[in-house]
C-alpha cells in the first residue's frame, strides 16, 4: 500500500510540474532507463513544442540518430559536431593545437574530468613563451642557426 501511495504521489507531481496529462506521467515514470527518464524530463521543462512523453522520446530517438550526436572519441566524450579542423580532432589534443574548438568547450573539458586546464592558445607548445599574458615573449623554439644551414 505504502508503494502505491508513493507512485501516485510521484504521478501527481510529474502532471503539476511538467504539465502532462496522466498516461504521459506513467509512461515517463514507467521508462526502463533513469538516464533516458532525465532527459526526456529536461525536454519537457525545457521546449514548448514538446508536450507528451511521445514527442518527447521522438525527440530523443532524433537527437541519438543525429550522425553530428555520435562519439567521436570514447576518452574525451567529443562528438562529430565537437571536431577540431586543425588538429587530429578531439579535446585529448587540447595543449597541442591553437584551434578555437579548443577553447569554445574547454569548460566542460574541464567540469566533466574535474580538473583546470592552464590551455592557452597564444603560448608555444614547447616553450610557453607568448603565454601568460605576455604577449611580446618570443618563442625562439623553431629558430635555425644561421651557422646549421649554411
Not at 569554445?104 to 574530468?113: G, I, K, L, P, W
Amino acid at each position: 500500500m505504502p508503494k502505491n501511495h508513493a507512485r501516485k504521489k510521484a504521478l501527481a507531481d510529474l502532471k503539476a510540474e511538467l504539465g502532462i496529462k496522466h498516461a504521459d506521467a506513467i509512461a515517463l515514470l514507467d521508462h526502463p532507463d533513469a538516464d533516458e527518464r532525465e532527459t526526456l524530463v529536461e525536454y519537457l521543462e525545457m521546449y514548448d513544442d514538446i508536450n507528451t512523453y511521445r514527442e518527447a522520446v521522438d525527440y530523443l530517438t532524433q537527437e541519438k540518430n543525429d550522425p553530428l550526436n555520435q562519439i567521436l572519441c570514447e576518452t574525451c566524450d567529443w562528438t562529430v559536431s565537437m571536431v577540431c579542423p586543425e588538429c587530429l580532432g578531439c579535446g585529448c589534443y587540447n595543449s597541442q593545437c591553437s584551434g578555437w574548438r579548443h577553447e569554445e568547450y574547454q569548460a566542460q573539458m574541464d567540469a566533466a574530468t574535474g580538473e583546470s586546464s592552464d590551455y592557452d592558445p597564444n603560448a608555444c607548445y614547447d616553450c610557453g613563451a607568448g603565454g601568460s599574458g605576455n604577449p611580446y615573449e618570443e618563442c625562439t623554439c623553431y629558430d635555425y642557426d644561421e651557422g646549421e644551414a649554411a
